[in-house]
Nanobody, 122 residues
């Protein structure tokens, strides 16, 4: 499966910025990656989609982060990023990188990173 490692989380004051990164490493049985995304989950709440990017570069964002967050990719480094600007306390959550892939048997699967904590507090 695809191995995902997130980094970039931390403590930031409201209005501040952070950039999360997710490095993807494909296993030998992976045929290709269909898309990557960032999710977040606050304590006691459902995990929600924050942003996704398709192989063609199309992006989608949750309404709550539109205009503030940007998802991007770097093919050379096999990494996706989430630039988070104008952070708000309600953005506090564990952020997870997600990858949807297809293996060599042409079955679709999902991989998840371990998560990185983002805390927005004054």
């Amino acid at each position: 499966q695809v191995q995902l490692v997130e980094s970039g989380g931390g403590l930031v004051q409201p209005g501040g910025s952070l950039r999360l990164s997710c490095a993807a490493s494909n296993a030998s049985n992976i045929f290709g990656i269909n898309g990557m995304a960032w999710y977040r989950q606050a304590p006691g709440k459902q995990r929600e989609l924050v942003a996704r990017i398709t192989p063609g570069g199309n992006t989608n964002y949750a309404d709550s982060v539109k205009g503030r967050f940007i998802i991007s990719r770097d093919r050379a480094e096999n990494t996706v990023y989430l630039q988070m600007n104008n952070l708000k306390p309600e953005d506090t959550a564990v952020y997870y990188c997600n990858c949807r892939y297809i293996n060599t048997m042409f079955k679709t699967g999902d991989s998840w990173g371990q998560g990185t904590q983002v805390t927005v507090s004054s």
